[in-house]
């Protein structure tokens, strides 16, 4: 099996937890999702995680999210 290559957008979401838990609703919706640690230099948050996400993808991604309940931010200048 393959691993799939993202094209580099990211949405921040804070704790492990949530990056898990929002991976796992997007796997359901068939949506391809990685978790990665982002640093502090990204948003002056300290560590944090992060979904990596096709960039087509990430608007349906993000309206997924919002629908659960799952607060994101897009990360900028993650290409």
Request: glycine share 8%; hydrophobic share 45%; proline share 3%.
């Given at each position: 099996?393959?691993?799939?290559?993202?094209s580099?957008?990211?949405?921040?979401?804070?704790?492990?937890?949530?990056?898990?838990?929002?991976?796992?609703l997007?796997?359901?919706?068939?949506l391809f999702?990685?978790i990665?640690k982002?640093?502090g230099?990204?948003s002056n948050q300290g560590?944090?995680?992060?979904?990596?996400?096709?960039?087509?993808?990430?608007?349906?991604?993000?309206?997924?999210?919002r629908?659960a309940g799952?607060?994101?931010?897009?990360?900028?200048?993650?290409?």
């Amino acid at each position: 099996m393959e691993a799939k290559q993202t094209s580099g957008c990211a949405i921040a979401l804070g704790s492990l937890n949530r990056a898990i838990r929002a991976r796992d609703l997007l796997a359901s919706a068939a949506l391809f999702s990685k978790i990665i640690k982002a640093d502090g230099k990204l948003s002056n948050q300290g560590c944090f995680y992060a979904l990596e996400v096709p960039c087509a993808s990430l608007k349906k991604a993000l309206d997924l999210l919002r629908r659960a309940g799952i607060k994101g931010q897009v990360l900028p200048g993650r290409k």
